[in-house]
């Protein structure tokens, strides 16, 4: 089937590094889509999402039942009368939903929610939100064993695939926004009937979904990932991210416009991270709204997205490309550094004056990671805090470019060293590295966890380290920011050590670093394991696949480590080389259980010499 490159209006499947798109599935999700009334005909969809989130061991028709009975209060939110709020309404229809939760002993004893029925209404909301689990072990939608007989269900309108993927992509997802399920879910049915109407359903189907799959899990990491910060730090951090990001995406727009822009989304993503989601879509309905009105002194990157109906153009604008970088050459820098009113600002409106610098350092800068901004702007605060106590504070932070310039030029020099080293060791030797060096930071995680963590970091630099210098930077700052997110909210749900403790709380815009510097918990004091517990000698392994095979030298790994985690990094590589030529020799023997029997012990005896030594 005849395929063209994407076109700028769908901009945000460039986020997936999609570079073609079938038209037909982009038609079929158009005209789906403009032949509504955005909240009045999802408005039953956008309800199932809020349940969907919250209950997440619930059947399919458990949820539908739940909808069914809070629909007829969510249809008072679209016929409002011009005094009334729409965040009132949605507020009254998620205090009513965490009611009949909570009236149904039997549903709040299922979810483990009796602990939240017992508080009041704001806490009882708060208790809700921590139950939520991300990416929980549910089944896979993206799996179709049999593309025919869906095929057949879709033509005889026995299934909504549409109304299916919501409710398994609401689950898996709680903090997944409400408006991209909604522009996955069009995609997703338009996918299906699409692939229904190919020749060959099933390759069609693992194309189409892929796509879809890969897009959903990544912007639900960061979704996720901006409710941590709204949650776990103070409202300052979470306008300062929204802003940066905002002034990336719009250099030109003045000040005061990015400033009351940033407002409203930080506000708009907290109704969303906490699961209000007739509130979420009838927000970012608004904001888009606004955003298209005033795109003349916003962007002019937005142009084919505001063409797009809602939701897709919601989704556009989001993931849009960073419009041109204006001239700013008659307005240095130099200002927030070589100014004598530098310190008189500080002090009068420090949070505004600080907002002013993140922006004018932003717009100049669009090629720098967020987090590499918020380290250049938590700098600049310290700065001045220091000299601006002093009898002649311009002498002191007149020193402030050459500031800004170390933590970038460090926070760049991380990043090619990490780089240089997996170049250097190549991809499977990188991750062994990365879990020795995790392990001894972080011992108390179970040895699967750490293959996890580290995998993910792993695969960061596979995508990241091929890249331009300037891309490869901000893309590896960009995806370490959301892994340590991750392995933060492990922290937050059972601690691991103080030294991870320090680094997840002390400073988001450093948290990289600190988890670089991080050094051996020297506290941890592992369970005694001899070596044949650590190491198993099995004809099973010979069994193995591939992909297990690397997963039982790295469990071996990290346990040996968590038993001497004094000992180098040659010594833990030693006894894997070891097990891996023994693996080979003793699977290619005719008799491989005798073969671990008689030759395992070398293997054993250096692993002993090791945990004794």
Do not use: W
């Not at 904001?287 to 003349?296: G, H, R, W």
């Not at 470019?401 to 170049?423: A, G, P, T, W, Y």
């Not at 108390?444 to 331009?468: D, R, V």
């Not at 833990?572 to 671990?596: G, M, P, R, Y």
């Amino acid at each position: 089937m005849k395929t063209v490159k994407f076109i700028s209006f769908l901009v945000f499947f460039s986020y997936i590094k999609c570079q073609t798109l079938q038209r037909s599935l982009l038609d079929a999700a158009m005209q789906y889509i403009k032949s509504q009334n955005y909240l009045e005909e999802n408005l039953k969809d956008i309800t199932s999402i809020m349940v969907a989130q919250f209950l997440q061991k619930s059947t399919y028709k458990e949820v539908q039942t739940i909808v069914k009975e809070l629909v007829d209060l969510a249809e008072k939110c679209k016929t409002l009368k011009r005094h009334e709020s729409p965040s009132e309404c949605s507020h009254h229809l998620m205090t009513t939903f965490l009611e009949h939760i909570c009236n149904d002993q039997g549903m709040a004893d299922k979810h483990m929610f009796s602990d939240c029925c017992n508080i009041n209404n704001m806490e009882r909301h708060k208790c809700f939100l921590l139950h939520k689990k991300d990416d929980a072990d549910y089944s896979d939608i993206f799996q179709i064993p049999n593309p025919e007989q869906i095929c057949e269900m879709v033509k005889e309108h026995q299934v909504s695939m549409k109304e299916r993927y919501i409710y398994e992509t609401s689950r898996k997802h709680p903090f997944l926004f409400g408006p991209t399920v909604l522009t996955m879910s069009a995609c997703y049915e338009t996918a299906i009937q699409s692939c229904c109407r190919e020749e060959n359903k099933t390759e069609c189907f693992q194309i189409k979904l892929e796509l879809i799959r890969k897009y959903t899990r990544e912007i639900s990491l960061r979704h996720h990932h901006l409710c941590e910060i709204g949650i776990k730090f103070n409202h300052k951090l979470a306008k300062a991210v929204e802003l940066v990001l905002l002034t990336k995406k719009q250099p030109k727009a003045n000040f005061s416009e990015i400033a009351k822009l940033t407002m409203v989304i930080k506000n708009l993503h907290q109704t969303c991270c906490e699961g209000n989601t007739v509130a979420c879509v009838v927000g970012r309905s608004q904001l888009m709204n606004y955003t298209c009105s005033k795109q003349a002194v916003l962007s002019s990157k937005i142009t084919p997205c505001c063409e797009l109906p809602m939701p897709f153009q919601g989704e556009c604008i989001i993931n849009s490309e960073n419009d041109d970088k204006p001239d700013l050459s008659s307005l240095p820098l130099s200002r927030f550094t070589e100014d004598q009113f530098v310190c008189e600002q500080f002090t009068d409106k420090q949070d505004e004056f600080l907002q002013e610098f993140l922006y004018e350092y932003s717009r100049r800068h669009p090629e720098l990671a967020v987090p590499v901004i918020l380290r250049v702007g938590t700098v600049y605060q310290n700065l001045l805090g220091k000299c601006c106590i002093l009898e002649n504070p311009l002498e002191c932070y007149s020193h402030g470019e050459e500031m800004f310039q170390r933590v970038v030029r460090e926070s760049h020099e991380r990043v090619k060293n990490h780089c240089d080293l997996r170049e250097k060791l190549g991809d499977s030797n990188f991750q062994d590295r990365l879990i020795v060096l995790y392990t001894k930071k972080a011992p108390q995680l179970s040895a699967q966890e750490l293959i996890m963590f580290t995998k993910n970091m792993a695969a960061a630099a596979t995508k990241c380290c091929p890249l331009s210098d300037e891309q490869q930077f901000v893309c590896i700052e960009d995806s370490a920011k959301l892994i340590l997110g991750a392995l933060c909210r492990r922290h937050e749900a059972e601690p691991i050590n103080v030294g991870v403790g320090r680094c997840c709380d002390d400073s988001y815009a450093f948290r990289k670093p600190c988890f670089d510097d991080l050094q051996v918990d020297g506290t941890y004091i592992s369970p005694p394991l001899s070596c044949d517990q650590v190491i198993s000698l099995k004809g099973d392994l010979c069994k193995a696949q591939e992909a297990e095979f690397q997963t039982e030298k790295q469990k071996i790994l990290s346990n040996l480590v968590k038993q001497k985690l004094y000992a180098t990094q040659m010594q833990f590589q030693s006894i894997i080389v070891d097990f891996t030529h023994l693996v080979e020799t003793c699977c290619q023997a005719e008799k491989s259980e005798k073969c671990f029997q008689e030759e395992g012990s070398k293997l054993m005896e250096k692993c002993q010499s090791l945990l004794e030594g």
